[in-house]
């Protein structure tokens, strides 16, 4: 006789906290798991599609970028290089067109266009007050077909802090050059920066009253969160096998390791009024410690499905973020008008790379949950790219763009696939199709890329 089927909703709870499980074989019917796969596998590629978009601003060194050779026999490019590990599941995309993101008789303003239309494919309004206008983005498309799955229809994380209001670049209103994700053509989704008040998010129930007082509760008596659901997840893991335990353990380990994190970069001390709160993430804590915080819960949020769309930008457009971890203590925008100056350009090529070493480690964590015969990188389509090509002629052809994953066998992935002049909302309404959320059009779309 089978044993009763695990729902992937299941929650363990305490007072204020509802902790998600992980992906399971018990929450798979057990006729699945049996059933093998093509080539001989001893189990079928089981879980549900993820999709992330991962941005980074201000563009890139395009030679360093772009592979010669179209097809699987492509060499891996120098900022291509830490993603050797998983060359087998990288499409590299060449020649789209964010053209929403031009001037299109509107004049400078390069930057608050390119964030704002990547994922809209829709010229902004230009105005630096509040009757901004745009449209819908892909990850919102998705999450308003999908969304009702998980308990997050969709999250939108970043590092890097932005107004929302008043004019950030020539005349467009800050929300167009900090926000990602628009719900609606005047509706930006603003991105939760703060590494504490995601985690927070993730790990309540949704009660606000009883949300504080654990969260007291917990800062009081330095308890974790799995302090609140530790009777509650004993009494689960003694019905599991060994394979489900051990993955039990491995996320509820990492949950508490974030947690630690969190406790080592919070302020502790009262401060005075309009400096940070005591509980969050100072602003001294080095932008790499803040990168993985986030990078690690966004994995946590897959792991366990809270959500199955995510956005995250690496810094705002024009930001001049700098990176003396990289060797790079330079301002990035200022650095990205190089005007061809060799110095700039290396300084430039090294940010880079250092992004795409930030990225690589979000691979390798999903890349290292198993689900079935195959991981959530697996299951997955993960874009990475900037709606600025070359940061130096703020052009937006030739978008540098990249996606990691097979989405649950959809995409061959190993290859570099050119689509010469074609939007780049014809790429994503083919990955949308992949995700369950099927649309006629997506902004300036005007079909779909024979993606493989």
């Known amino acids: 006789m089978n044993s009763p089927v695990i729902s992937r909703r299941t929650m363990l709870r305490g007072l204020g906290t509802a902790v998600a499980l992980p992906f399971l074989e018990s929450m798979v019917p057990s006729r699945l798991l049996s059933a093998g796969a093509p080539g001989g596998a001893t189990a079928p590629l089981i879980g549900p599609r993820r999709t992330a978009w991962f941005y980074v601003p201000n563009g890139v060194v395009i030679p360093n970028w772009t592979p010669e050779t179209v097809g699987t026999d492509f060499a891996l490019t120098p900022t291509f290089q830490p993603l050797a590990p998983f060359r087998d599941k990288l499409t590299v995309v060449s020649g789209l067109v964010c053209d929403k993101a031009n001037q299109n008789g509107d004049g400078p303003g390069d930057h608050a266009r390119a964030m704002s239309a990547y994922l809209t494919g829709v010229q902004p309004r230009k105005t630096p007050g509040a009757n901004i206008k745009l449209g819908i983005s892909a990850d919102q498309a998705i999450a308003a077909k999908i969304g009702h799955l998980t308990k997050f229809p969709s999250l939108e994380l970043g590092i890097e802090e932005g107004k929302q209001v008043g004019s950030c670049d020539s005349g467009y209103s800050c929300a167009y050059s900090h926000s990602l994700a628009w719900r609606g053509e005047a509706t930006p989704v603003v991105k939760d920066c703060n590494p504490q008040s995601v985690f927070d998010r993730l790990f309540t129930n949704n009660d606000p009253t009883e949300s504080v007082e654990a969260r007291a509760r917990r800062e009081n008596d330095r308890k974790s969160v799995l302090d609140f659901v530790l009777a509650d997840a004993n009494a689960f893991s003694r019905n599991l096998g060994s394979t489900d335990r051990q993955k039990m353990d491995e996320y509820l380990t990492s949950v508490r390791e974030i947690e630690v994190r969190l406790k080592s970069t919070q302020v502790e001390a009262a401060v005075p009024e309009g400096a940070e709160r005591p509980g969050a993430v100072s602003k001294a804590t080095p932008y790499p410690d803040r990168a993985k915080l986030m990078l690690d819960m966004s ?4 792991q366990a499905d809270l959500t199955r769309v995510l956005t995250f930008p690496f810094a705002d457009e024009a930001s001049d973020q700098t990176y003396p971890w990289a060797d790079a203590n330079v301002r990035h925008h200022t650095t990205s008008h190089h005007m061809n100056d060799p110095e700039k350009i290396a300084f430039l090529a090294k940010i880079n790379v250092f992004h795409m ?22 299951n997955s389509i993960i874009s990475y790219g900037c709606g600025n090509s070359d940061g130096n002629r703020h052009n937006h052809d030739n978008i540098p763009l990249i996606l990691l994953g097979k989405g649950g066998g959809t995409v061959a992935g190993g290859q570099h696939v050119r689509f010469d002049g074609q939007p780049l909302n014809n790429l994503w309404l083919s990955l949308m199709d992949r995700m369950g959320a099927k649309y006629e059009r997506l902004g300036d779309s005007t079909g779909r890329v024979a993606l493989t």
């Not at 994995?299 to 897959?302: D, I, N, P, Q």
């Not at 070493?357 to 697996?378: H, P, R, T, V, W």
Request: aromatic share 16%.
């Open 299 to 302: 994995v946590l949020a897959f």
């Open 357 to 378: 070493e930030l990225f690589a480690y979000f691979l390798q964590k999903i890349d290292a949950i198993k689900e079935g015969n195959g991981s959530i990188l697996d």
